[in-house]
């Protein structure tokens, strides 16, 4: 009975220890398991240069001491010269585009779009584009209605923004191309709340947006696309809201998402609105309605009766609306998206 109790005994000791080895076993494959999963990051962001808001209100300066740049005028020609001169001593490859339209007013414009491109050989590209004209009057002002405005945040402001771009590129590439399109034309349409009436004609859509229209049918390198665009309309005005417009919120809203959730990241909230702030046809429709580049627009709107500010064509459309921190929210935001593709 002794002899056979130690080897019971034995018996259940070796057993126990059996299971604990299994379970150890079992345990440790488990641990090595986990071990070698790798943890989810997230993605590294590339920090673009620095965007220069001193720079930015320079190139919006000088665009207005030029003064304003309407078509068929010497300071239209300077400006123009100008912006072709900037473009190629910051490495671009530049294309100018020189055509010919009637106002609805019935006036001849000699109009050029100024193409810059970056990274030529990359089939990856991003279209960024402003208007350079100014408007040939002031007709929401109560005087000087029928002079010229300076059209410091309406047109100098997004080329403003764009030639810092453009500067900074020329020191740190980004690794997809870009193109740079300054249209022309864009400013001296029929306001039919100032001025009577006049149909459309000579194969125009509207007497708005005449240079992205031509563009649109004519593009400077045949079949070229874009993997997306983005307009800058007015981007210098002192406490701008850019609500989310209309039309990129239906034919871009990935976009939208990438430029508006890039701005918050980095703290311009109190600029760029998440919500809609109406549709505007602007360049950025004829880009897409022509080349089917999905492409939105960055302009500052008041939902609450679709207006572009009290400023917009009068003659306080000057120097002193516009805002370095207002330039540096929409310049830093572009920046970030194109150097994280």
Aim: hydrophobic letters at 35%.
């Amino acid at each position: 009975m002794a002899q056979k109790t130690r080897f019971q005994e034995r018996f259940k000791s070796l057993v126990a220890v059996l299971a604990l080895f299994s379970i150890t076993t079992f345990t440790g494959c488990e641990s090595t398991k986990e071990s070698k999963e790798e943890p989810r990051t997230e993605p590294v962001l590339v920090n673009p240069p620095f965007f220069d808001a001193d720079s930015a209100y320079g190139f919006v300066e000088q665009q207005v001491a030029f003064g304003p740049r309407v078509p068929n005028t010497r300071a239209h020609v300077m400006a123009g010269r100008w912006m072709v001169t900037k473009l190629e001593e910051y490495g671009a490859a530049v294309i100018e585009q020189e055509f010919n339209a009637t106002s609805f007013d019935g006036r001849p414009m000699a109009l050029k779009n100024i193409i810059g491109s970056f990274n030529p050989e990359n089939k990856k590209r991003i279209l960024l584009a402003a208007h350079w004209d100014s408007r040939p009057f002031a007709d929401k002002d109560d005087e000087r209605k029928d002079e010229a405005i300076d059209g410091a945040n309406d047109g100098a402001s997004g080329v403003g923004v764009l030639l810092e771009v453009a500067r900074l590129i020329s020191k740190q590439k980004p690794t997809i191309g870009i193109d740079i399109i300054f249209f022309d034309g864009e400013d001296w349409g029929n306001d039919t709340a100032f001025q009577d009436y006049v149909a459309v004609r000579d194969g125009w859509e509207t007497w708005w947006c005449i240079g992205s229209q031509y563009w649109g049918k004519n593009p400077h390198k045949p079949n070229y696309s874009a993997y997306y665009g983005i307009l800058l309309d007015m981007v210098g005005g002192k406490n701008a809201k850019f609500f989310v417009e209309g039309h990129s919120k239906q034919i871009a809203p990935s976009i939208v998402d990438k430029v508006w959730n890039t701005a918050s990241r980095l703290g311009y909230s109190q600029y760029f609105i998440t919500r809609d702030g109406g549709a505007i046809t602007d360049d950025h429709y004829y880009v897409h309605k022509h080349r089917n580049i999905p492409m939105i627009d960055i302009i500052p709107t008041d939902p609450t009766d679709g207006t572009f500010g009290s400023f917009h064509h009068t003659h306080d459309d000057n120097m002193e609306i516009i805002s370095k921190e207002t330039l540096e929210a929409v310049g830093r935001t572009v920046l970030q998206v194109i150097y994280n593709e």
